[in-house]
């Protein structure tokens, strides 16, 4: 098993730009989630979900959007990037939703909006 | 590159001793509590868990302590290794809050050859 892959590793955008942030996991977890480390503070969760065709939103959505199509796959989009957007973000997967469960990060996405 | 900030607590260790990086939590109603080291440039990487129904569990090298009565958790790490290096962050989820984890700050851990 490959674990939970994150893409890109490193992104530069511009102020206003949109992208997506890939996050795929094949153990079969019905738990996936994303959360954005910013420099001297934890991780704080962005968005998760349950299963596939549903998800929630976690303590700091606002600018983000997700939606999970597959089990495997839970894409993170910034549909306008701005530069309080500049951090580290990681996704998490765990076996079961209903919680609480061990979950396993990604290696990362270090994303800098100018 | 650094995944973490440099203004973190820093706790600074002998190779060979033990170490003990202490957590303070905040919300009575969480019932489960991890620990995670982070290596720079690298995701959280479980080390272990405990339930609020216990007070200690132990995993190789270390150990987890709770204290509810002070809303207390601490990792030990037995002989420390130079491979230990690493911020540590306690985590915590709530009762019925799923697997949502609530995140400490992070303590830096330094083990001197």
């Known amino acids: 098993n490959a674990g939970v892959t994150q893409t890109p590793k490193f992104q530069v955008l511009k102020t206003g730009q949109s992208m997506t942030l890939q996050c795929a996991q094949d153990m079969n977890h019905e738990y996936m989630s994303w959360y954005r480390q910013d420099p001297g503070m934890g991780l704080r969760l962005i968005h998760y979900?349950?299963?596939?065709?549903?998800?929630d939103q976690g303590e700091v959505p606002n600018g983000y959007n997700v939606s999970r199509s597959t089990t495997e796959d839970f894409p993170l989009r910034l549909l306008s990037a701005a530069p309080s957007q500049t951090s580290v973000y990681f996704c998490?997967?765990?076996?079961?939703?209903?919680?609480?469960?061990?979950?396993?990060f990604g290696p990362g996405t270090r994303l800098t909006v100018l | 590159g650094e995944s973490v900030g440099l203004h973190l607590p820093t706790l600074s260790v002998q190779e060979g001793d033990n170490s003990i990086i202490n957590c303070a939590y905040s919300n009575s109603a969480s019932d489960y509590f991890i620990w995670y080291k982070q290596e720079s440039g690298k995701g959280p990487q479980f080390i272990i868990d405990i339930r609020s129904n216990m007070d200690k569990r132990q995993g190789q090298r270390v150990t987890v302590l709770l204290n509810k009565t002070v809303k207390h958790l601490s990792l030990q790490i037995a002989a420390t290794q130079p491979g230990d290096s690493a911020v540590y962050f306690c985590a915590e989820i709530l009762n019925n809050a799923g697997n949502m984890l609530t995140f400490g700050g992070g303590t830096r851990l330094m083990v001197k050859p």
């Open positions: 979900s349950v299963g596939a065709g549903i998800t």
């Open positions: 998490a997967s765990s076996r079961t939703a209903g919680g609480p469960d061990t979950q396993y």
